[in-house]
């Protein structure tokens, strides 16, 4: 039986990640506005991802007993300056959830509940994997000479924005 403190940090995360879900829907969006089509398949690709870890995350409370509570979800933001402003909000926003996994593995240790901590283990991995794509991501862009105004470079980024997301 989870203990109460974990089963609300996993219901929060479930809300997080249906957030992280809506945040990618919308960086997807706006690129798609800006004519940046690879930019916009990643992120897309993104969205969906996040919302496989949510169904994770609902299906491990499902089989533990615990109730799902789906708050309300805030929406994403929309305004963005250049596509190097949405890759630093997409970066930021998955420091922050790294953040968030990283508390809940810390807290179910804590209280000695190993099977949700065992579980958590898996987005440790993936957030790790997620914090080193974007580590790339702004490599690539510091040697494009990238900082989101339009030209070659821009044309570039998105192209191998595109490249990531046919390759993952």
């Not at 930019?39 to 994770?56: I, P």
Request: aromatic share 12%.
């Amino acid at each position: 039986m989870l203990k109460p403190e974990i089963a609300k940090l996993l219901n929060e995360q479930v809300n997080a990640e249906f957030y992280a879900s809506n945040v990618y829907l919308q960086l997807s969006a706006w690129c798609e506005a800006e004519g940046l089509e690879g930019a916009a398949l990643f992120f897309r690709g993104h969205s969906l991802e996040e919302r496989t870890h949510m169904d994770k995350i609902f299906d491990y409370l499902c089989e533990c007993g615990i109730p799902v509570t789906i708050g309300a979800i805030a929406a994403p933001p929309t305004q963005f300056a250049n596509l190097m402003e949405v890759i630093n909000a997409a970066y930021q926003h998955e420091l922050k959830v790294s953040a968030m996994i990283k508390n809940i593995a810390n807290q179910a240790f804590q209280v000695q509940d190993y099977t949700t901590f065992n579980f958590i283990e898996w987005f440790i991995a993936e957030q790790h994997e997620e914090e080193v794509l974007f580590g790339k991501i702004l490599s690539k862009a510091k040697m494009l000479g990238f900082d989101g105004s339009p030209g070659q470079a821009l044309h570039h980024m998105d192209n191998f924005l595109r490249a990531l997301e046919q390759h993952a």
